[in-house]
Each structure stands twice: as C-alpha cells, then as structure tokens.
C-alpha cells in the first residue's frame, strides 16, 4: 500500500480519520463532544485527553497554521477551549499530536519549530500550576536530524513510545516508519531507542503509538495485511515477560477504509476521544469502548500535597512498591507549583504507597487491589508535618498479626522508611506509641499496645538506630481517633504513631 509520508500530509488533516457521523460502533454511536469544542469553522483534531477525563488538549486550524488549545469538563460540559499561549510558537508551521501525561504535569507535543535536531521534533511542556511553560526539545536519543513524533508516555513517566519515518520515503517500509521505544534510564537519561519488536513492526507502515493508563495496552497504527483501510488501528497487550501479544485489529468498533490514527483514553479505559470527518466537517468525537476492548481495572488516586499547619501546595515524591515484588517500584512528583498528583494502580496487586518531602515527616497508605471489580476514582488531600517537636504522624502501613505483637513482613516498607527518616536526622528522640480499639479488657490491651510498640522499637534497634533515641508507650484503648461503634472506627484506633520528642 502506497502512502506519502510528509509532513504537509500529515497536515492535511480534514482528510484524514473520516467516519460518518452516524457510523455505529456496535450498540454505541459516536458522539461529537460539540460546541464550544466542535465547531463548524475550522477543524479540530487529534484530542489528548487527562487521566480523569476532565482536560483535553487538542490542534486546530483556528489559528495561523496548526495550534493547540486547551479545554475543561464542568458541570455545564467542555468550557471554552483557550489558545496555549506560551505552548504554541507562531512561527512554527506545525504544533499538534498532543499527550497528556498520565499524573498531569506533562504535555508531549510533535513541533517543526526552530531550534529543533530535525524538521519535525518532539517537545515537553511542564505544567505550572495552571500554566503550561514554554515547550523545551527533549533532546538526543529520542530526537534525532529525521522525523521524530506523536510520542506517549507510561503512567510512571519511565518509558516513551512514538514514531520515525522517513519523509522522502514514497512507500511504507519497516525502515521508514516504524513504532520506537524509550526507557528513562537511572541517571535520568532516556535510552537508546529501539523499534518494537515484530508483531509490532512488521514490513509494512506501523506508527502512533499511544501506550493506555494499565502501562501494557498499546493502540497502534499500521497498513498490516487485513487492514480494512490506509492504516488501521490496532491493540497488543505487554505480556509478563515483556513481549508482546499478537496484534488485534480494532474492526469497525472504529477502523473505516480512510486512515485512522491518535486516538485518546482517559483512565477509566472505558471511552475514546477521536477524530471524525464528515460533510467537510471535523469534529473530536467520543464512544464508548466495548468490554472486550477494555483493559483490566485499575483505580485512580487524585489530590494534592499540602504543609500540614500552613496549608501551602508541596512539592513531594510519591513512591508506589507492589508489596510482592519491591523490584516494581516507581516514583512520581506532585506539581511544584499546586502541590496535585495523579497515582494510577492496576488490578491485581497489592500496594505500599508513601509520601514525602524534604524536611517533613512521610504519609503512608496501601491498596489490596488483588480482587478489584471495576474502575474506581479516590480523591485524598495529603498533609505533611515539619519535623519538629510535638510533631507526630500515624504509621499507617506497620501491620501485626491479629491479637499479637507480631510484626508482618508487609510492615518492613513502613519500617524502612523509619529508619531512612532517623538517620537523615540523627538529632531526632521519638517516641512510638501503641493504639488499639474497645474490644478486649483494658488489662489486655494496654498490654497489646505496649508490646506492639515495644516490636517496633526492637526492630529499629536491631537495624541500626540508637535506643537511647526511642521511647516506647502504649495506651491502649484511652486515645481513639475514631469511633469505636463501627468496624473501619475500630480499624482507625487500631495504630501505631510516631511522635517527635526532641529535635
């Protein structure tokens, strides 16, 4: 199959992507997301949509030569897009194939701009707040003197997927366009890219790599045979031990005979956002994505750190450790600038989650997803204190066994981290205090509690911290938090804390 790979057909993009408006996915029609995104005027294209589906960036034709601009969902529907002002470059010919990344801060553009290693380059903006910057060149490995672009980027911002072709090329060939891969590398650097193995590339056109929240689906473009037109859209799943499944073609859930490419999914991994051409008309569309189609359930954490007393945005590293496989462990940052974070955690694991930030004590969580139904969205603000006398903090992940003093090997993450905060700050004397709830006789529990404070301080001891510099109390049933009527009240007294006795 013939096609002409340059950057001024990439651009001609009201023939590109071309449904009816009343094409039937299945039992779901598209639906343009319309006015004031969708207009009748000028053409909008290739939408990028946030994690939870509440900002979409897209190009347009409504400005000189191809722009982006930037929308929000409220409860009155998308609000009026506004031209990204510092993002766009007037003298550019080319800003478009937007990616937001998966926690918020990013925005991945392909740009012709000046000041690029090639015609055609991919570019980052962070966001600020509100404000997203000036975009910078990410630079060699990834950018190279050819044509480098529409690139996305996985949930914990560790690898890149996108696209180079040759743009003399009169036809497709594996080496003239071709999915590629990144991986950030411990010293910060992106690595070497290398093409997806086949069954991702094949010796025909293979392009658009968006890789989804879950971090193993990836939708591609490709002109394979089978395909139902110029390029099709394609689904292959990262199999454990890093291959890839045989691709699917998507069918007429979305493909048509015309070229489709760059489509968006939002966390929830239920919707698409596409593009649609009809009576001269494009619009951004979006439809439901069949079950089948659907990758597993995962959950969504979003919120924002704060100072505990003075309630000003932090700008903290969030660490997620699968609890059966430390080796699977990532880190992101919350904005430097509103403190907000975005955590996508997959079905089927269990998860250590820690906060923290330079001078201030952590915040700890976890999620037993192991048995997780569907998608599911959590809204949680955290506070960090100073580190400083009279502060103190709930160590949420130390766990015992029922009724006993016995640490459990899912505790040492918690306890670890005790341990790192006590040597970065060898002044401080701490004490750990025991809490449990109503059940039992107050003979019992003062004694459960005190032991249980008392394993804690023998662990520390045991791994290296002064003793002299821990004080264990327990006090039973006398501190609650909570209520004591109800099973998760229960739960809440049911603790460990750490408070700081001298700094």
Known sequence: MKIILTTAVLLMFSSIIVFSQ?????????????????????????????????????????????????????????????????????????????????????????????????????WISERMGTEWQKPINIGPPINTDGYDGFASMTSDGNEMFFMRMDTTASSCSLDNDYAIYSSLKVDGKWSEPVKLPYPINTDYCEGFPRILADNKTLFFSSSREGSLGELDLYKSVRQDDGSWSEPINLGSFINTEEEDILVSVPASGNIMFYTSSSNDITDIFSVPIPVDMQYEALITVTGAVFDGKTRNPLFANIKITNQDDESDSTSI????????FVVLLNKGKKYDVSVSAKDYMFYSTSFDLVNLLSYEEYKKNIYLEKIKVGASMILNNIFFEPNSANLMEESKFELSRIIILMNENQNLVVEIGGHTDSDGSDEFNNDLSQKRANSVVDFLVKNGIEKNRLISKGYGENVPIATNDTEEGKKQNRRVEFKILNN
Do not use: C, H, Q
């Not at 009748?40 to 030569?65: C, R």
């Not at 940052?333 to 907000?340: A, H, L, T």
């Open 333 to 340: 940052k919350s904005n430097k600038v509103d403190g907000k």
């Open 22 to 122: 009343e094409y039937e996915f299945g039992l779901e029609k598209g639906v343009s997301i319309g006015t004031p995104v969708s207009t009748v005027e000028y053409v909008e294209y290739s939408p990028a949509i946030s994690a939870d589906g509440k900002t979409l960036v897209f190009e347009s034709n409504k400005a000189e030569d191809w722009r982006l601009f930037i929308s929000y969902f409220t409860d009155e529907g998308w609000s009026e897009p506004v031209y990204m002002d510092k993002v766009n470059l007037k003298s550019s010919t080319f800003d478009g194939g937007p990616f937001l990344s998966y926690d918020g801060n990013y925005l991945i553009i392909t740009s012709t701009r000046e000041g690029g290693l090639g015609y055609t380059d991919i």
